[in-house]
């Protein structure tokens, strides 16, 4: 996403908690094609779902529209925050999903390609979604960064943008999560 519709998203967003109901729509409608991104890359990184991008992408604006009226979202990464978080939470319900249509039974082995936790194979969801409530207790901007990251798919310059951190803090920030969270999946296997 360019700086200039990162601004007009935010000056729109701005426009609805002043009471435009049609800055709300127009908002909308340029951030869903960036929401439906989001799906694919999710959906890229975590496979092993009966989910399509666009049934993820639907969901999680259901979801999160909610609560548009409430007029939460100072500025788009706000909303592309809750975006992020919200289709993190689907994947932990379609993962319960199907793990009890197998009656109780089985693995969903998830692979983390680009990150960190790739190295130690598969794991399974569900222990990744405590891990990750885990971290969010321990240090709620951490875990931030790396949904962000690695559910949103976004780059370290977007990560920039939205955190306020420099390349070097957001590196050692990813990195430290990467490493709490491996450490916390290995020892719920054991």
């Not at 700086?3 to 426009?15: C, P, S």
């Not at 919200?86 to 998830?110: A, E, F, I």
């Not at 891990?131 to 901007?141: F, H, T, V, Y």
């Amino acid at each position: 996403m360019g700086e200039i519709q990162a601004e007009n998203w935010t000056l729109l967003l701005e426009k609805w908690r002043q009471g435009d109901r049609a800055a709300y729509d127009r908002f909308i409608g340029e951030a869903y094609p960036e929401i439906k991104r989001l799906a694919f890359s999710v959906l890229r990184r975590f496979q092993g779902f009966c989910l399509t991008p666009t049934e993820l992408a639907h969901e999680a604006y259901i979801k999160v529209a909610e609560y548009q009226g409430r007029g939460i979202w100072r500025q788009h990464e706000q909303f592309f925050g809750l975006v992020i978080r919200t289709m993190k939470n689907l994947l932990v319900d379609n993962s319960r999903k199907q793990k009890q249509r197998k009656n109780g039974g089985g693995w969903d082995h998830l692979p983390l390609s680009e990150t960190i936790l790739a190295r130690d194979g598969a794991f399974d969801f569900q222990e990744l979604s405590l891990a990750l409530a885990g971290l969010e207790q321990l240090d709620k901007r951490r875990c931030e960064i790396w949904l962000c990251r690695h559910f949103g798919g976004l780059s370290i310059e977007e990560l920039r943008d939205t955190f306020g951190l420099g390349s070097c803090m957001l590196h050692r920030e990813l990195k430290a999560a990467n490493g709490w969270l491996r450490h916390r999946l290995r020892g719920s296997r054991q």
